[in-house]
């Protein structure tokens, strides 16, 4: 029975001393980033597009989905502020399973409350029909994928093209 307690105690401290470092390295990580000027802004945008970005090539208009609300309020900002996009020309749909339609209103709200934006905005919520349903565990938390699209951007898109290719040439 000692040895046990003395193994648990053991571990304990061992995480507790893991946790304290994994928070140290993760407050440095947010100093060393620290603020953006606007060059690094529009780099960091152009680099979230060519991840996250709608790339085919019949696409028409600017547009990314993410379900990290943070990514897409970097995104809506980066839009704003490096491209001189107005808000009220962004267009947003809820993406989600199937079994989510019942709460596809409460979704459209958190999204439209967290990137402060109207719910006028939102189109047509698209639902995935899928053999299995999907659950997540923390089902309360989950709202759906956002897909945000810039109305009449096709020339931002070209142009987007261009900056991915440029980054893509870049010399490193």
């Given amino acids: 029975m000692k040895l046990q307690d003395g193994r648990r105690k053991y571990q304990a401290a061992r995480t507790l001393k893991r946790l304290r470092y994994e928070k140290e390295l993760f407050d440095l990580g947010i100093k060393e980033i620290g603020g953006l000027i606007p060059r690094e802004l529009f780099l960091v945008g152009v680099s979230l597009y060519w991840a996250e970005g709608f790339k085919h090539r019949d696409e028409s208009a600017l547009g990314l989905a993410t379900l990290d609300p943070k990514m897409a309020k970097l995104y809506v900002y980066w839009l704003v502020k490096s491209l001189g996009v107005i808000k009220d020309n962004l267009l947003f749909r809820v993406t989600a399973n199937e079994a989510y339609r019942g709460k596809v209103g409460e979704m459209e709200r958190c999204w439209a409350d967290f990137l402060e934006v109207g719910l006028d905005q939102f189109r047509k919520p698209f639902f995935q029909k ?5 659950k997540y ?11 945000i699209r810039v109305r009449k951007s096709l020339d ?17």
Avoid: D, P
């Avoid at 899928?130 to 999907?134: D, H, I, N």
């Avoid at 565990?137 to 994928?145: D, F, L, T």
């Fill in 130 to 134: 899928t053999k299995q349903v999907k």
């Fill in 137 to 147: 565990a923390n089902s309360e938390n989950y709202h759906g994928v956002i897909r």
């Fill in 156 to 172: 931002l898109l070209r142009k987007m093209r261009g900056w991915m290719a440029g980054l893509a040439q870049a010399r490193i």
